[in-house]
């Protein structure tokens, strides 16, 4: 009978523990995606300028909202950054997240990014040699917004997904022009110029 009713017990903190733990899964595995969106970024920073040469970082297909998540990192054989682009960069780091929905599981995708340039398919931030963050078009600084933000930064927001639904937290990872990464909550990405 002790058996039984401790059995019985067990099964109740199990049942009210359970949402708990899901939630607290959850909320792991989007910083855990935000963290190799930050690692990316600074591998990318710290052999740049110590190899002197451009480091792309490409995050996700970032054309389409909720993209599926993936980080490339590509190393460029010299300074410009049309050497580290798809075509001509070596793949130095790759995290991709993209399974996990693909077998019907919740995942992590890009919710939003900004500024208006992150937009196309073909573009990704280009580090040069001293370490900054420019357009991988023109070699120039992202155009900061009309308030609030600082220019020449990118910022992504992460979420996780179940088919196309986000579901849970929501964490925002800004790159600075000077290559400097950051974890960010609730910013308001609408006061940014061209925000998907």
């Keep these: ?30 910083r855990s995606a935000a963290e190799d969106l930050m690692y990316a970024a600074d591998l990318a920073r710290s052999r740049a300028r110590a190899n002197r040469r451009a480091y792309a970082l490409q995050v996700g297909g970032l054309g389409v909202d909720g993209e599926l998540y ?43 990014r900004a500024p208006a340039e992150l937009l196309s398919s073909d573009h990704f931030l280009c580090f040069r040699a001293d370490g900054r963050v ?10 900061g917004p009309a308030v609030g933000y600082l220019a020449g930064d990118a910022y992504f927001e992460l979420s996780r997904v179940f088919g196309t639904t986000p579901v ?12 400097s990464v950051r974890l960010t909550y609730g910013n308001d990405l609408s006061q940014l110029q061209g925000v998907n």
């Design 70 to 112: 993936k980080v490339v990192v590509r190393r460029g054989a010299g300074i410009s950054c049309d050497s580290a682009n798809a075509t001509n960069g070596e793949v130095v780091y790759t995290a991709d997240y993209s399974k996990a929905n693909a077998a019907g599981n919740p995942t992590v995708a890009i919710l939003r």
């Design 168 to 179: 849970g937290d929501r964490l925002q990872v800004q790159i600075g022009y000077n290559g």
């Design 1 to 30: 009978m002790e058996l039984m009713m401790g059995l019985v017990i067990l099964s109740i903190l199990i049942t009210m523990a359970t949402p708990g733990l899901a939630s607290l899964v959850g909320r792991f595995y989007t």
């Design 134 to 143: 420019v357009r991988s078009d023109t070699g120039l600084p992202y155009r």
